[in-house]
Nanobody
């Protein structure tokens, strides 16, 4: 029943931008904490950003000033706007609902070339 579907990943040159989208269903979206995490091969999953039910946002230090998380409760969708992308941003990006013990999407690949 719960489904999180990411889209918007792809290949981009360093310094470029991408916007990821995550469409959620089967959850009470408006009261759910939503987040984006990423994982590169051989590395631990790490938080990118999350946004609370009250629209408070939190970012990992390396993403501050470059990435913006937002939500549209009318569309049950959370977004991640990524600017000034760096090769080290290359990873699979996962949408999350209700924290790390909650629900996860299948991920979307972001590759930043140098």
């Amino acid at each position: 029943q719960v489904q999180l579907v990411e889209s918007g990943g792809g290949l981009v040159q360093a310094g470029g931008s991408l916007r990821l989208s995550c469409a959620a269903s089967g959850i009470r979206f408006s009261i759910s904490v939503m987040g984006w995490y990423r994982q590169a091969p051989g590395k631990q999953r790490e938080l990118v950003a999350h946004i609370s039910s009250t629209a408070s946002t939190t970012y990992a230090d390396s993403m501050k000033g470059r990435f913006t998380i937002s939500r549209d409760n009318a569309k049950n969708t959370v977004y991640l706007q990524m600017n000034s992308l760096k090769p080290e941003d290359t990873a699979v990006y996962y949408c999350n609902a209700q924290g790390v013990n909650g629900y996860w999407g299948q991920g979307t690949q972001v590759t930043v070339s140098s």
